[in-house]
């Protein structure tokens, strides 16, 4: 069993809400944030969470309203938590990128790389935490941009960004107890860059059952009912959501 709490559930252009992301609770207690955009050390500080009750922090790819919040999480750990480390967790093949590209020119005076901030995990195709397994998965979101779903225990798959990925789907379906899945609250079109509305309503009912709705746009009242988002839920932000059977203390 988990405890995700979304801490933003917006697109990279809401102005309504704040950019996707999720804070995990482990059964253990851990608590791992999925992205920090460039809203979420406000969104965090809004919900009463601090940064010092944060473990860790996985990153699914690099845009802003997935990263753009680091710099901030990085700075203050180091300047007003006292050199705290939480942990990174990215895939591998993000990581000199994430450093280089994204985070270098804000934080290298006082560091050469990630692990003089966080301690940095790279993750090729799963890690764990504690007794829990964290999968990650290549996902098509923008062409030439690596992206990254994870997928938690059995409990919990989160799409990050992705286009629709029917094969994606399935697996996670069969896999996981509860599907997170961005969706641009739109027609499908070539241009898209998440999965539309209209693409998660050709899903089988027993799909939709388990599936919550993320990464929207500010026009996501016009879908809240049931004939426009079939038995898929809008996830809103600032709840908690418990994913996945009880566990075996
Ligand atoms: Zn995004
Ligand atoms: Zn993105």
Not at 81 to 92: A, E, N, T, Y
Not at 112 to 135: H, M, P, R, W
Not at 165 to 183: G, P, R, V
Request: hydrophobic fraction near 40%; glycine fraction near 10%; charge should be negative.
């Amino acid at each position: 069993m988990l405890k995700v709490k979304m801490i933003g559930t917006g697109s990279a252009f809401s102005k309504r809400f704040g950019n996707t992301s999720a804070l995990v609770e482990f059964p253990s207690g851990y608590n791992l944030l999925l992205d920090c955009g460039h809203t979420v050390p406000k969104r965090l500080h809004d919900l009463n969470i601090s940064l010092q009750d944060i473990d860790g922090i996985f990153i699914s790819h690099l845009h802003a309203d997935h990263v753009g919040g680091l710099e901030e999480v990085a700075l203050y750990n180091k300047f007003v938590l006292g050199g705290r480390k939480m942990d990174l967790i990215v895939p591998s093949s993000l990581s000199d990128s994430l450093w280089e590209d994204c985070l270098k020119a804000g934080l290298h005076t006082d560091g050469d790389g990630l692990s003089d901030y966080f301690n940095a995990q790279e993750v090729y195709t799963s890690t764990n935490v504690g007794s829990i397994e964290l999968k990650i998965f290549q996902t098509f979101h923008v062409k030439g941009m690596l992206s990254f779903a994870i997928g938690i225990g059995d409990d919990l798959f989160y799409s990050a960004d992705t286009k629709f990925d029917i094969n994606l789907i399935k697996m996670a379906a069969e896999s996981y107890d509860t599907i997170f899945h961005d969706c641009q609250m739109s027609a499908k079109s070539p241009n898209n860059v998440h999965a539309s509305i209209e693409e998660m309503m050709t899903l089988p009912d027993e799909i939709q059952l388990k599936t919550y709705l993320m990464h929207y746009g500010d026009n996501v009242d016009d879908f809240d009912c049931g004939e426009k988002r079939g038995f898929m839920e809008i996830a809103e932000q600032g709840w908690t959501y418990i994913v996945g059977g009880e566990v075996n203390e």
